[in-house]
């Protein structure tokens, strides 16, 4: 039976709930809303962040759109036990360095009990793991990619989940107590208006399969799989939007030209100052090297 309420939501998942909660439907899920819904910053980007409401994030699911943490793994959770399922949401901390610990709230992380089992539950990480991992220490290598989960240092109760070193970041922490959506509500709205907030600096969707996380930052087109990462530039809006819609299954019909004008002339600035700073950053390279070789460059 499906809930009341989660209609549209489900049915882009493509599940059929049992109506009675397991490991493997738990696991199902997880793959279909990586698979269906995108990590993604498109209503940030054009000034109008949505709420992080799971009520909200649920009709905007079923509606097309994605989202980033809050969004994806609160309307999740919603739908979670909606279903049946014993769901905590914790206050969590993604890291941009290896010895990053801390749970400083710009995450938001699920644990799921189901009978003597507890697993790591998490749709809004962009690339993180396809499926739950067992909530227990020990190195997990899934589909090519690794991982591993310890008890926390500095969070007493809580974890640390080492990303693959592929992945976009290298550690999630987050805390043992039970938390609520309003513990998110003064983050998100610093990471959805503040002027220096990846989420406005940096346009970003992801989707992850069964093989591989596709990613599309900027204009920049990136594919990582165990075997290695490819990644091109995207030159033209007509291709941009295209994938958006195609690729990651980002709805488009509510953006009008002046919505998608917009949005190709900032990620278009974007990408233009990254370009320049990456020429800057191989001009200087090249000045480091002539120095340290006395002024002399090979020919």
């Given at each position: 039976?499906?809930?009341?309420?989660?209609?549209g939501y489900l049915g882009r998942l493509g599940v059929v709930p049992s109506g009675t909660p397991s490991a493997a439907e738990l696991f199902a899920l997880q793959r279909a809303h990586l698979e269906r819904v995108p990590y993604e910053n498109v209503d940030i980007q054009l000034g109008r962040p949505p709420g992080i409401d799971?009520?909200?994030?649920?009709?905007?699911?079923?509606?097309?759109?994605?989202?980033?943490?809050?969004?994806?793994?609160?309307?999740?959770a919603a739908l979670l036990r909606a279903l049946g399922y014993d769901v905590t949401l914790h206050v969590g901390g993604v890291h941009m360095e290896p010895e990053g610990r801390g749970?400083?709230?710009?995450?938001?992380a699920l644990t799921v009990r189901i009978g003597a089992d507890a697993w790591f539950v998490d749709v809004g990480l962009g690339d993180g793991p396809y499926e739950p991992l067992p909530l227990r220490a020990g190195t997990y290598e899934r589909r090519g990619f690794t991982?591993?989960?310890?008890?926390?240092?500095?969070?007493?109760g809580g974890w640390t989940f080492h990303h693959d070193e592929r992945g976009a970041f290298p550690v999630v922490e987050f805390r043992g107590e039970p938390a609520g959506?309003?513990?998110?509500?003064?983050?998100?709205?610093?990471?959805?208006?503040?002027?220096?907030?990846?989420?406005l600096t940096t346009f970003t969707a992801v989707r992850r399969d069964a093989d591989a996380v596709l990613l599309l930052r900027g204009r920049m087109l990136v594919r990582i799989e165990p075997a290695g990462r490819s990644e091109r530039a995207v030159d033209t809006?007509?291709?941009w939007f295209a994938l958006l819609a195609g690729e990651f299954g980002r709805e488009l019909g509510g953006l009008d030209a002046a919505d998608r004008a917009a949005l190709w002339a900032r990620v278009s600035r974007a990408h233009e100052e990254w370009l320049r700073s990456q020429e800057e950053e191989k001009e200087k390279e090249g000045a480091d090297a002539a120095a340290l070789s006395g002024g002399h460059v090979a020919p």
């Open positions: 039976m499906i809930p009341e309420g989660f209609e799971p009520e909200l994030s649920v009709r905007r699911f079923a509606a097309g759109a994605g989202g980033y943490c809050f969004h994806l793994n609160g309307a999740f749970a400083n709230g710009n995450h938001l991982y591993r989960l310890e008890p926390s240092v500095t969070e007493p959506m309003a513990d998110f509500a003064e983050e998100h709205h610093r990471l959805s208006t503040a002027e220096d907030s990846p989420f809006a007509d291709e």
